[in-house]
């Protein structure tokens, strides 16, 4: 276990849903990070949270929203999807997101199915 | 743009054999990071190393990097059949804020 935890871990839903994804960090950090993983692409960096305060959107469409009540708690709401959107999509969390030393620590992941 | 890119996509190897990763970046580095992920899973991070430094160990891992040539190696000895997972390295840039950007990984299937 990595201190990051994530759910749900499976989810399937329609293009005209409305879900949620969820992440918890116990590990004391201040940074917190959305990336998208496709097959046979790279991990694609999503949005960046840094003491609550959103420090990076990388031209994510507005159909994902994200929120960050604290700095323990990220969430990834999600509504009217594509079908290109299913993805594993995985939390992470470091230290902070401005100290370029500090390894991120990802949890297991929500694979995300739309159809 | 992607910054790292592994070579090889794939690689298999038996039990007890060494697996050497490599990796190539574009830009200047603060640092660059290993991953490990098993099938579906996480990342865990491996292994750290500053653009200042040139070799680390940790355990039964290596890892190389060379600046001038804007790549690294990942080396896994004596290989067992749990090494088995993909393997991504991260690299962080000069600019801005800690975003790692990660190359398409390396597959690595240790066969018993």
């Known amino acids: 276990e990595t201190g990051v935890t994530q759910t749900p871990r499976h989810l399937v839903m329609g293009m005209t849903n409305k879900k949620s994804l969820k992440c918890e960090q116990h590990l004391g950090h201040n940074a917190m990070y959305w990336y998208k993983q496709s097959a046979k692409k790279p991990l694609e960096l999503m949005f960046v949270?840094?003491?609550?305060?959103?420090?990076e959107n990388n031209s994510v469409p507005s159909r994902f929203s994200p929120e960050c009540p604290n700095s323990s708690h990220l969430f990834l709401h999600l509504h009217t999807l594509q079908p290109e959107d299913s993805a594993l999509y995985l939390c992470?969390?470091?230290?902070?997101?401005?100290?370029?030393?500090?390894?991120?620590?990802f949890g297991p992941g929500t694979r995300l199915t739309v159809t | 743009s992607q910054q790292g890119e592994e070579d090889p996509q794939a690689l298999s190897i038996q039990e007890g054999e060494n697996a050497t990763m490599n990796c190539s970046y574009k830009?200047?580095?603060?640092?660059l990071q290993w991953y490990r992920q098993n099938s579906g899973r996480g990342l865990v991070h491996l292994i750290l190393?500053?653009?200042?430094?040139r070799e680390k160990h940790s355990g039964r891992l290596r890892v190389t990097l060379d600046t001038s040539k804007k790549s690294s190696s990942l080396l896994i000895t004596a290989s067992r059949a749990a090494d088995t997972a993909s393997y991504f390295c991260a690299t962080v840039t000069l600019q801005g804020a800690q975003k790692l950007v990660f190359g398409q990984g390396t597959r690595l299937t240790i066969n018993p």
């Open positions: 190393i500053r653009s200042n430094e």
């Open positions: 992470a969390s470091s230290q902070d997101s401005w100290g370029t030393s500090y390894e991120q620590y």
């Open positions: 830009t200047s580095i603060n640092n």
């Open positions: 949270y840094n003491f609550k305060e959103q420090t």
